[in-house]
């Protein structure tokens, strides 16, 4: 009886702990869904006022009234869906060469390639920046999609799921008379769903809510991502923060329904990969 009432107790600490974390990182998604129903004058009064006196569904049409926004919808998809598509498949074929092939300096390449997981993205922009100017990639979705092309995460992530594959499928293949490629083809990607729906979630994610490096390259109102264009609610001095923050509403709406349809693979991906948090 003892030993069950601690366990209950501790239990009780734990989930209240769990709750009153979980409340914190939420209040600001709510903050930011009552923000895009007020005017500009309640967003800005002090103290907060949680519930708006007055329920501005039309931020909503006025955002996509005021700039672009279904042009900038347009742009991240497809910069976001290519960037994941054709990373998971350079990353795959990568990880498969690091998990199966046996060729000379392999594990020193492959730690020197994860040593670039400890660079920072700003120590690398301005060469990538140089490297787009010289092709001439400047102001196209060229400079948006492949310098992401390549991630040591996405190898080293599914490297590892490749090695939780047993070796025993592959040599059942060769004997079969499989050639490499038709083995990864037919057996390895099958079987590597989970790992590329999760290494999928991550990159579409990343590129989805990318400024910095579009704001470098990009100029043209015409390729803009979602991200950036919502900058153009921030002026020199006044930021209209209610359309600001309905504008940032629809654009975290995809993620969020993207993340709540593969949450199965997600977790099933980390698990078998071996990926801590």
Request: charged share 15%.
């Amino acid at each position: 009886m003892k030993r069950s009432t601690l366990q209950r107790v501790t239990d009780l600490i734990t989930y209240t702990i769990l709750i009153a974390f979980s409340g914190i990182m939420v209040l600001p998604f709510i903050w930011m869904v009552s923000s895009s129903l007020k005017n500009l004058e309640e967003v800005s009064e002090i103290p907060i006022r949680w519930i708006p006196e007055t329920f501005r569904f039309s931020n909503y049409v006025e955002v996509f009234q005021s700039i672009p926004m279904g042009r900038f919808i347009l742009n991240s998809f497809f910069v976001a869906i290519s960037v994941t598509v054709l990373a998971i498949i350079v990353s795959s074929l990568a990880a498969y060469a690091f998990a199966r092939l046996n060729f000379k300096g392999k594990s020193t390449l492959f730690l020197c390639f994860l040593t670039t997981m400890m660079i920072p993205q700003q120590v690398t922009m301005i060469p990538n920046f140089l490297i787009m100017k010289e092709f001439g990639w400047l102001n196209t979705y060229n400079a948006l999609i492949f310098p992401h092309l390549f991630t040591a995460f996405g190898v080293f992530m599914l490297r590892q799921f490749f090695l939780s594959i047993p070796v025993e499928l592959e040599e059942a293949a060769r004997i079969d008379g499989c050639s490499r490629f038709r083995i990864y083809w037919n057996i390895m990607i099958p079987l590597a769903k989970p790992a590329f729906v999760t290494l999928g979630v991550f990159l579409f994610l990343g590129e989805w809510n990318s400024f910095l490096w579009p704001l470098i390259v990009i100029d043209s109102v015409n390729l803009q991502p979602i991200q950036v264009g919502l900058r153009t609610f921030q002026g020199e001095f006044t930021t209209h923060w209610h359309l600001m923050m309905a504008g940032a509403l629809i654009a975290e709406l995809p993620v969020l329904l993207f993340y709540v349809f593969c949450q199965r693979y997600i977790i099933e991906g980390i698990a078998t990969s071996g990926i801590k948090g």
